[in-house]
């Protein structure tokens, strides 16, 4: 008790001793980074994307980046009090077997020849997970973590700097599903496309950090579902565009 006593009160002192310091920089100098910031620091990172010998990105015809810009227009200006309109949007395709889509600020949108290959199977898939992503760029949606140096990352790397949250994520699916109803898009199809993660998580193992998530997210997003009167058993069958074939073709 007498040792405890004694281990307290010097403590105590420690503590006093120090918070009486002067800090050796002001807090007042110290630079605060700014949501804005930060997401203008991440945009750029697509430059170390472009710029990175390990990584090919492969040319998108005019054909096929209208037929993607017509979607995202489409999507944006049925949105307008969710989506900002000024910035022009962005598409990369990058040379990879692995499947993985994902966006940076000021609608930039990277995709995989592996995913456009072997998962998008119909358009309503390729517009819905396209539409997740415009919605997190527009909304500038990304976590705000430590400042990086730019130069050469790694898809893995950038993958992690821009996955959000559970509880965020949902809300996303929530914003993406009432995106695509008002811009006359299959909503349902949001559906497929989680499952479509779920039930291949070790393809999709950079895109996903944990298997368990994404089984969590399609039981929320079920749930939401049903909370707006919709049965997720009968997903409606809606036929793709020609366009859209022909974006698909371009890269088998």
Known sequence: MFFGSILLLGCTHINKFLYQQEPIVSNSKIHKIKMSDYADHLSNLSKSVLENRDI????????????????????????????????????????????????????????????????FKNESLLVSALCFEIVKSGRNLYPAQKVFPLGFIQIPQLLSLVRIDLETKIEVYKWTYFALRRSEYDAMALLNWIQTQNKNTLDFSWQIRDPRGVSREEFLFKNFLVSQGLNQEKLPEINSSKMFYRFQDSYK
Do not use: A
Not at 94 to 106: A, E, H, K, T
């Open 56 to 119: 090919k990105v492969l040319k998108i015809s005019k054909k096929n980046n209208d037929y993607l810009n017509e979607v995202f227009q489409r999507i944006v200006s049925n949105n307008e009090l969710l989506l900002p309109k000024e910035t022009q949007p962005k598409f990369f395709l990058i040379d990879d077997r692995i499947p993985y889509i994902f966006s940076l600020p000021n609608y930039q949108f990277f995709l995989s020849k592996g995913l456009v290959k072997k998962y």
